[in-house]
């Protein structure tokens, strides 16, 4: 690459590209090198450390990540040209051409400062925490501010230089707002001449530089937890999860750097978002058609991407192809041989794709490396090797790994490791002795918790449900009962499913540790009375108590967002209140 030769837009898109193509070396270089250059060199250097932090979720990167955020915004508001600076430039009747230019050049800036503090605010949410969940809401309102009035500037401007080329002339544009704009005045910017506007391929660029930003901002608003939305709310706006997506799509289509990393968002969003959420109730491929057709798109530009691969593999395990997937995570896991943080998403992907298949002796092989080589949550990785090794029949080594989990928690307030320290802890005192089929039970307790049952085979589905049977312990039959009611949804054995539920909600004890399985089974059971039209008023009562009466239980935030979905669905159906008086008193068996 002669890359002397390159503008800034131009060099920046190469090197994404290059990135994406598992050159991540050569384009971490080029960014380092040029990044003193220009705020947006600046921006793609931090971006890159970014992405790495989110791939890894280790707690360095995170860090680091953030200070080199920071840096570029300092850099982009250090000498930021101002009312007053424009003034000046104004007296010194720059020409045409220098104007145009330093207009794209404080549109460039304001649109990096509002995507950096977008990226500091998604860095805060990662820990599913509530009071990073507070202090990145605070974040994302200034990025709103920014991303808001730049948008309706860069929008107008290039909404007039199309007008301008239709009519062949600069005359009588009139000013619209859209849905994106419509709290916001019109710019001052649009009593410029038309030879001072930036060329209608430079606003191009511009448009889908901010689209994506704002189109990430949208979903990260639109999948925050009901409580949090309403302080969101309360800071002045709200999340459109539908304008968000149509702005990810402009942004891939343009000429911007950040074209193909919509494209990844796009795939992230249809791959993993949607079926992890359920955000289209129980159908996990909800989302493949659409990745397909990304992923179709983008194969002749990157045949051979690590990323690209590892979401291909991600579209197979959705449409339940999981020997297929494993196949397109290895090959993905090669690619990327010389970069770390791919490898491990992808061995973590291996290893989930053989805990769906009950090949525990893989799985622990994979979970075990991730312990040794991840920075990120030790606890978790040696949980699930636990969870493996007991399932195998090796119950000592099992109990050793369970004894070495408490002093690996790191953040005491993450779901995750509050979740398998307590588990841990109650290994170790006794309280679940580590027979085989209790190990297999805590594996497929991950299984459903991290909504991947609906992932698997009719055969590994029948296969689980004849594991599930073997259950006898009167403490265990509630999770038992749960998790083969969720085994017969996928099924679609509905009536069967329902029934299981019920038993469980039945079994169900006042342990405060688990009280999580009243709620995800309140929530099952609630989805699955809402599918028929004559129980649908149960169904959103059930919704409704476990939204409402159940608090401070494990994965609280990862389920109330499913519930705010689930009654999303539904609202224009009223809730049975006799079902309500049932199930505040958990007397809800013969719901049918």
């Given at each position: 690459?002669?890359?002397?030769k390159?503008d ?17 070396k ?5 960014f ?9 060199m600046?921006?793609?250097a ?10 890894t979720f ?11 955020l920071?840096?570029t915004?300092r ?31 404080r549109?460039?800036?304001?649109v ?11 860095l ?5 925490e ?17 991303y ?11 909404d ?13 544009f009139?000013?619209?707002?859209d ?19 930036p ?24 999948l ?8 969101i ?5 709200e ?6 997506l149509r ?5 891939s289509?343009s000429?911007?750097?950040?074209a ?8 992230w969003?249809h791959?993993?978002?949607r ?11 909800g989302?493949v ?37 494993l196949v397109?995570?290895?090959?993905a ?17 291996i ?5 769906l ?14 312990k040794e080589?991840s ?5 978790y990785?040696?949980?699930?090797a ?26 005491k307030n ?16 006794g309280?679940?002795?580590l ?10 307790e991950?299984l459903?918790?991290?909504?991947a ?32 009611g ?7 054995a509905?009536s069967?499913?329902?029934?299981h ?7 169900f ?40 009466n159940?608090?401070?239980y494990?994965?609280?935030?990862r389920l ?17 209140s ?15």
């Amino acid at each position: 690459m002669q890359d002397r030769k390159m503008d800034d837009p131009q060099m920046a898109l190469y090197g994404i590209k290059v990135m994406l193509n598992n050159g991540f070396k050569e384009s971490e270089d080029l960014f380092n090198e040029y990044k003193n250059r220009s705020p947006l060199m600046s921006a793609g250097a931090s971006f890159v450390q970014f992405l790495h932090a989110l791939m890894t979720f280790e707690e360095d990167q995170l860090q680091e990540a953030a200070a080199a955020l920071k840096q570029t915004e300092r850099q982009c508001t250090h000498n930021q040209d101002g009312l007053l600076k424009a003034f000046t430039n104004r007296l010194m009747q720059r020409t045409v051409h220098e104007s145009a230019v330093l207009l794209e050049n404080r549109l460039q800036k304001q649109v990096i400062i509002a995507d950096c503090q977008l990226y500091q605010a998604v860095l805060t949410f990662v820990n599913q925490e509530l009071s990073g969940y507070v202090r990145g809401g605070w974040i994302l309102r200034r990025a709103w501010k920014i991303y808001e009035k730049t948008y309706i500037e860069i929008k107008n401007l290039h909404d007039r230089r199309v007008f301008a080329s239709k009519r062949g002339q600069s005359g009588a544009f009139e000013h619209k707002q859209d849905s994106l704009t419509r709290t916001v005045s019109a710019p001052a910017l649009m009593h410029l001449d038309l030879d001072e506007v930036p060329s209608q391929e430079v606003l191009g660029r511009l448009m889908g530089a901010i689209s994506f930003g704002y189109g990430i901002f949208q979903l990260c608003i639109s999948l925050m937890p009901p409580n949090v939305l309403r302080l969101i709310q309360y800071l002045g706006f709200e999340g459109d999860r539908d304008l968000g997506l149509r702005s990810l799509v402009v942004a891939s289509k343009s000429t911007d750097m950040k074209a193909p990393l919509a494209s990844l968002a796009l795939l992230w969003y249809h791959t993993v978002v949607r079926p992890f959420f359920s955000l289209d109730g129980g159908n996990v491929e909800g989302g493949v058609m659409e990745a397909l057709s990304i992923l179709h798109e983008k194969k002749e530009m990157y045949p051979n991407s690590a990323l690209f691969l590892f979401f291909h593999g991600r579209v197979l395990r959705l449409q339940c192809k999981v020997v297929k997937s494993l196949v397109a995570y290895n090959k993905a896991l090669t690619a990327a041989k010389d970069q770390r943080e791919i490898q491990l998403i992808c061995l973590y992907e291996i290893g989930w794709c053989n805990l769906l298949q009950l090949k525990w002796s893989e799985a622990k092989v994979a979970f075990v490396r991730l312990k040794e080589e991840s920075r990120w949550s030790r606890c978790y990785y040696a949980y699930l090797a636990a969870v493996c090794l007991g399932a195998l029949g090796q119950s000592e080594e099992s109990y050793q790994v369970f004894c070495s989990i408490p002093g690996l928690v790191k953040r005491k307030n993450n779901q995750i490791e509050i979740f398998v320290a307590k588990r841990a802890e109650r290994v170790i005192a006794g309280e679940l002795p580590l027979s085989e089929d209790e190990a297999v039970l805590l594996g497929l307790e991950l299984l459903f918790l991290w909504n991947a049952l609906s992932t698997c085979s009719q055969d590994e589905l029948h296969i689980i449900e004849t594991e599930l049977s073997k259950q006898t312990q009167e403490r265990l039959m509630p999770l038992a009962q749960l998790l083969q009611g969720a085994v017969y949804t996928c099924l679609r054995a509905y009536s069967k499913a329902i029934q299981h539920y019920e038993q469980c909600l039945q079994h169900f004890n006042t342990s405060k540790e688990d009280v999580y399985i009243q709620a995800f089974a309140l929530y099952e059971l609630g989805v699955l009375l809402a599918r028929n039209k004559e129980t649908a008023p149960k169904g959103k009562a059930l919704l409704l108590h476990a939204k409402t009466n159940l608090k401070d239980y494990d994965f609280e935030n990862r389920l109330t967002v499913r519930i705010h979905a689930g009654l999303r669905r539904l609202q224009h159906v009223e809730p049975d209140s006799q079902t309500v008086l049932q199930a505040q008193t958990c007397q809800i068996h013969t719901m049918q």
